[in-house]
């Protein structure tokens, strides 16, 4: 009887740590999905500052 009991324990005990790995996994993805988030919103007002400079750029070399 103690062997069987013991299989169970054990099989609840590696239930319990993947459950746990998996909770860890997802809010790291949740993490690394509001960083994603963060860089794209830089990403797109670097590419605006860059386009206002760049037409700012070619108004003065027409000036010229």
């Known amino acids: 009887m103690f062997w069987p009991m013991f299989a ?3 099989g609840f005990l590696g239930l319990l740590v993947l459950g746990v790995f998996a909770v860890r996994v997802f809010v790291e993805a ?4 509001r960083q ?4 794209a919103h830089r990403i797109n007002r670097a590419a605006e500052d ?3 400079a760049a037409a700012g750029a070619a108004r003065s070399a027409e000036a010229l």
Do not use: N, P
Not at 30 to 33: S, T
Not at 36 to 39: F, G, I, M, P, S
């Open 8 to 10: 169970v324990a054990v």
């Open 30 to 33: 949740q993490r690394l999905g």
């Open 36 to 39: 994603v988030t963060d860089a």
């Open 50 to 52: 860059l386009e206002r």
